[in-house]
């Protein structure tokens, strides 16, 4: 039997990271066992649900690599793959419970289930439905229909002494049949309860395996007796344990980003994101931890997660992206980074010879940064060379004023005056002549040429960073990129600011 994988989000908001890692798990499974990764979108609340959010829960998940067999835009035996165009299934299969005896209508206002609730809670009673509505004489029922009186359909539970199930991840899981209740299988308006959709839906797409959070796992003894009173035979369970947050609550907006799309925005690579999330509660065995998402799945096992939480640690999440970043084609490194040149003013519609040099600065920058959005920060000396601003910095003015410093920044603008643009070789060549021209080495030499030419006292190493610059002063006005102020320009305005004859 082909083993049949699901992940059903609620198009209510963005995909979370731990719903992503949700659906990851069930195609890592799939994929090993050679099954079929199903999505299913579970919109039945029409007021919260939006074609907006479905798509973009979508778009997330094939960003992630996480294709599906069998879903929204892939036809397949077992559609339509939206609850909401499934209604005449659930309505079919809620009489057939009701003509068997197995549901019944529950006139029950929310006002009167909220004091049945209080009171049960006051005596130190399960919370459950009391069964008000269950023994109601036929005759009455059809009287107060006829009238015009709404009613939901309540699940008649069986008396029993408790359900069991075998859960992949936790083991024997039972519960008392005391606190089950009459679940609510269809609401007065007429629309599907989840734990009976999701019932109807698993087993007519034929469903094998039913992966998901932890929080589930309370629904699952009604949904077991379900299964049982539509003679459906039950998916094997593995519920897994929350994601958490730094201090061990469940991962929520206050812990800040949450959601894959605000991952997505800020740079970091789905190949990255995929990876880390495969490592929250389970292992891929052996010392590596940086894998191809195939790899992932060849390795991965329902069986081998933990039953432990597991803690989101964008640190770690940052380790694993700059892996994935320093490994990146240059071309994809170029497509990745122009949209955050472009938001830092950087950069406008750039030609061929912008986007070369873009793709040249980015990939001097991708060592250094955590994720694509912060590229351009690194590159900013480039683009905003101000001898003022560099000046009113009190340490910068105290270290340039030195006679040594001011014996560099002199030699360098008369050095930069005679030379051609720098390039690499270029680059050495200077240093050479500068250390010749003031005696000066190591820190004594190269602080002063850093703050001249980037007016900055840190950033990356003066060999990538002199090149850079006057490649791109050479840049033609319309390249789209900003124009760049070359090394000569910068050394003689920092000459003149400094008042060096």
Not at 13 to 19: F, I, K, P
Not at 198 to 222: C, F, K, W, Y
Not at 249 to 261: D, E, M, Q, Y
Not at 448 to 468: Q, W
């Given at each position: ?5 699901r ?7 963005q995909l979370h ?9 069930n195609?890592?499974a799939?994929r090993?066992?050679?099954?079929a ?15 907006e ?12 690599g ?5 879903g ?7 559609g339509?793959?939206r ?5 005449e ?7 057939e419970?009701l003509?068997?005896g ?8 929310a006002?009167q ?15 459950s ?27 008649a539970v ?19 049949g ?6 609510v ?10 734990n009976?959709?999701?019932v ?5 797409m034929q469903?094998s395996?039913?992966?998901?959070g932890?929080d589930?796992?309370s629904?699952?003894p009604?949904?077991?007796?379900l299964?049982?009173?539509?003679g459906?035979?039950?998916?094997t ?5 929350l ?6 609550a ?5 812990h ?8 997505r925005?800020?740079?970091y ?5 995929a990876?880390?999330?495969?490592l ?6 052996g ?9 992932l799945?060849?390795r991965f096992?329902?069986a081998?997660v ?11 999440l940052?380790?694993?992206?700059r892996?994935y970043?320093k490994?990146?084609?240059h ?11 472009a ?9 061929g ?10 990939s001097?920058?991708v ?23 560099a ?9 340039v004023?030195?006679?040594?410093a001011?014996?560099?920044i ?5 050095e ?9 070789d270029g680059?050495?060549e200077?240093?050479?002549?500068m250390?010749t ?5 190591g820190r004594a ?13 840190d950033?990356m ?17 319309g ?6 102020l070359?090394?000569?320009?910068r050394?003689?305005?920092?000459a003149?600011?400094?008042?060096i004859?």
């Amino acid at each position: 039997m082909t083993m049949r994988f699901r992940f059903a989000p609620s198009p209510t908001g963005q995909l979370h990271v731990g719903n992503a890692r949700t659906a990851l798990f069930n195609w890592l499974a799939a994929r090993n066992a050679g099954g079929a990764f199903v999505v299913r979108i579970e919109d039945t609340d029409a007021e919260r649900s939006s074609s907006e959010s479905e798509a973009g829960i979508l778009d997330d998940l094939r960003w992630l690599g996480l294709a599906w067999q069998e879903g929204p835009g892939v036809d397949g035996a077992h559609g339509p793959y939206r609850q909401s165009e499934r209604l005449e299934i659930y309505r079919e299969h809620a009489q057939e419970l009701l003509g068997r005896g197995a549901a019944y209508h529950c006139f029950c206002s929310a006002d009167q289930l909220e004091s049945d609730r209080r009171a049960a809670v006051a005596a130190g009673r399960p919370a459950s439905y009391p069964g008000t509505c269950r023994a109601l004489p036929a005759e009455d029922v059809r009287r107060r229909l006829e009238a015009g009186e709404r009613a939901a359909l309540r699940f008649a539970v069986p008396e029993v002494g408790q359900v069991e199930f075998e859960d992949l991840v936790r083991g024997t899981v039972r519960f008392s049949g005391d606190v089950i209740g009459d679940p609510v299988i269809v609401r007065s308006d007429g629309r599907p309860a989840y734990n009976f959709a999701v019932v109807v839906d698993d087993a007519l797409m034929q469903i094998s395996h039913v992966v998901r959070g932890e929080d589930h796992i309370s629904n699952t003894p009604r949904q077991l007796l379900l299964y049982e009173a539509l003679g459906f035979t039950p998916p094997t369970f593995a519920h897994l344990a929350l994601v958490m947050g730094p201090d061990h609550a469940p991962l929520s907006k206050r812990h800040g980003v949450t959601s894959v799309a605000e991952y997505r925005a800020r740079g970091y690579l789905p190949e990255a994101l995929a990876n880390y999330l495969a490592l929250l509660g389970w292992s891929p065995g052996g010392d590596d931890e940086i894998l191809p998402i195939e790899e992932l799945a060849r390795r991965f096992r329902i069986a081998d997660v933990g039953r432990s939480a597991s803690v989101f640690d964008p640190e770690k999440l940052a380790w694993v992206n700059r892996h994935y970043m320093k490994a990146l084609p240059h071309d994809r490194l170029l497509e990745l980074a122009t949209p955050s040149f472009a938001a830092a003013g950087f950069a406008t519609g750039p030609d061929g010879a912008g986007s070369a040099f873009l793709g040249e600065i980015a990939s001097l920058a991708v060592d250094a940064v955590d994720r694509v959005e912060q590229i351009p920060g690194r590159l900013r000396f480039l683009f905003e060379f101000d001898v003022a601003q560099a000046l009113a910095d009190p340490e910068i003015r105290r270290e340039v004023e030195g006679v040594d410093a001011m014996r560099v920044i002199g030699a360098l603008a008369t050095e930069l005056a005679a030379r051609p643009r720098i390039d690499g070789d270029g680059f050495r060549e200077l240093k050479t002549a500068m250390r010749t021209a003031t005696g000066c080495k190591g820190r004594a030499l190269f602080h002063p040429i850093r703050v001249a030419l980037t007016g900055r006292s840190d950033g990356m190493e003066l060999d990538r960073a002199v090149p850079a610059i006057d490649k791109g002063a050479e840049l033609p006005s319309g390249s789209g990129v900003r124009p760049i102020l070359g090394c000569r320009e910068r050394a003689a305005a920092f000459a003149k600011a400094l008042g060096i004859e």
